[in-house]
T-cell receptor
Framework: EDQVTQSPEALRLQEGESSSLNCSYT??????LFWYRQDPGKGPEFLFT???AGEEKEKERLKATLTKKESFLHITAPKPEDSATYLC???????????FGSGTQLTVLP | SAVISQKPSRDICQRGTSLTIQCQVD?????MFWYRQQPGQSLTLIAT?????????ESGFVIDKFPISRPNLTFSTLTVSNMSPEDSSIYLC???????????FGEGSRLTVL
């Protein structure tokens, strides 16, 4: 059975204080790992897809990286508007085979 | 990208009643899905809504409890039947994007069952 664990569950940062979120996964035959952002009261918003170990993707202050067992979401010099819950979801195939983690709730204080 | 509209956005219902949630996509999409997100937890896939045929349900979810319709490539409904307080949750409609795991989501329907 595919499993995914995200840590920490919650993270509070001062504006400008860089950090990383972790996503550890056990998937039979990883076909892709997906990162989403979810704001309170909203549906998740797609951020990145990573397909193979060593791959990196960047978007503004966010950079996602992938190893064979983990993915990291690095946040550089975060701003309050980066506050959200970040979800990772490895997949062993189709969209039906996405397994969502429980997320890291990030709060960036001004 | 696709814009997904869900309604109702929230509702409070009595035990034993049923509620139908509607999902409208602004463009034709191949795959549509229904997820449940319980308080403080992540997303669980309920079923894949198939156009013109019966939905494909995941383990733990059955058609009698969660009947789904998908009459065309832009619209789907999820009904939560014979509700109990345990059905209180956020129900999310999603549609596939370019890649298999690139999903667009609606804003969700927050259901409270008393």
């Amino acid at each position: 059975e595919d499993q995914v664990t995200q840590s920490p569950e919650a993270l509070r940062l001062q504006e400008g204080e860089s950090s990383s979120l972790n996503c550890s996964y056990t998937v039979s035959g990883l076909r892709g790992l997906f990162w989403y952002r979810q704001d309170p009261g909203k549906g998740p918003e797609f951020l990145f897809t990573l397909y193979s170990a060593g791959e990196e993707k960047e978007k503004e202050r966010l950079k996602a990286t992938l190893t064979k067992k983990e993915s990291f979401l690095h946040i550089t010099a975060p701003k309050p508007e980066d506050s959200a819950t970040y979800l990772c979801a490895p997949s062993s195939g189709s969209a039906r085979q996405l397994t969502f983690g429980s997320g890291t709730q990030l709060t960036v204080l001004p | 990208s696709a814009v997904i509209s869900q309604k109702p956005s929230r509702d409070i219902c009595q035990r034993g009643t049923s509620l139908t949630i509607q999902c409208q996509v602004d463009s034709q999409v191949t795959m549509m899905f229904w997820y449940r997100q319980q308080p403080g937890q992540s997303l669980t896939l309920i079923a894949t809504a198939n156009q013109g045929s019966e939905a494909t349900y995941e383990s733990g979810f059955v058609i009698d409890k969660f009947p789904i319709s998908r009459p065309n490539l832009t619209f789907s409904t999820l009904t939560v039947s014979n509700m109990s307080p345990e059905d209180s949750s956020i129900y999310l409609c999603s549609a596939s994007g370019r890649g298999a795991g690139e999903l667009f989501f609606g804003e969700g329907s927050r259901l409270t069952v008393l």
